[in-house]
């Protein structure tokens, strides 16, 4: 998200339109934005975004919000051979719903879609540019094993699509940080049609 997306948000064209909304949903909005120290407007671009870029396809993918609190218990009894067995089961369902939402399949596109993900559940996640090298964070806090589950999938993503580079992790309990030479001029917002 980095310097790439603040070059694309200061390029947007925008335009004022009016909706009508009942004064409850108002209301709520502004408390909301209030409590958020942020705009109405600012608080409604980001639901929409939101939207755009996740929620009208999570339904129709087959997404379920589950507790936070679930996920961490189940992450606690992984062994690696479960973690294999589920990345072998996401890996393939990651490709179709990359290829559905995004109407493609690239590293691009696929790590447009992980932040989209990350962002739609409330995980931090970060991509910072210095020249070639790309550092990709992403804050889970789901525990160990959910930080080597992720460690291995972003593997799996970049073997499928960029086998001869060479992956940097440093990893905790809560963040995961991928370094990788991918040029300077990659940037998973914009690819080719």
């Not at 294999?84 to 179709?96: A, C, L, S």
């Amino acid at each position: 998200m980095g310097a790439a997306r603040e070059q694309q948000q200061k390029k947007e064209t925008t335009r004022s339109i009016t909706y009508r909304l009942p004064e409850v949903l108002i209301n709520e909005l502004d408390s909301e934005a209030k409590q958020k120290k942020i705009s109405q407007n600012v608080l409604v671009k980001q639901i929409l975004e939101r939207y755009i870029q996740w929620d009208r396809y999570s339904d129709k993918i087959g997404m379920v919000p589950v507790p936070r609190e679930i996920l961490e218990s189940l992450g606690e009894e992984l062994d690696g051979k479960d973690i294999d067995e589920i990345i072998n089961v996401v890996f393939p369902m990651i490709k179709n719903n990359v290829m559905f939402i995004k109407g493609g399949y690239d590293l691009e596109r696929c790590i447009e879609t992980l932040e989209d993900y990350m962002r739609a559940s409330g995980m931090n996640s970060d991509h910072r540019i210095d020249g070639e090298l790309h550092t990709f964070i992403i804050q889970h806090d789901l525990g160990m094993k959910w930080s080597v589950f992720t460690e291995q999938l972003l593997t799996q993503v970049f073997r499928n699509f960029a086998s001869d580079k060479d992956l940097k992790f440093q990893t905790t309990d809560s963040t995961v940080i991928l370094k990788v030479a991918l040029g300077s001029d990659f940037d998973e917002h914009h690819y080719q049609s």
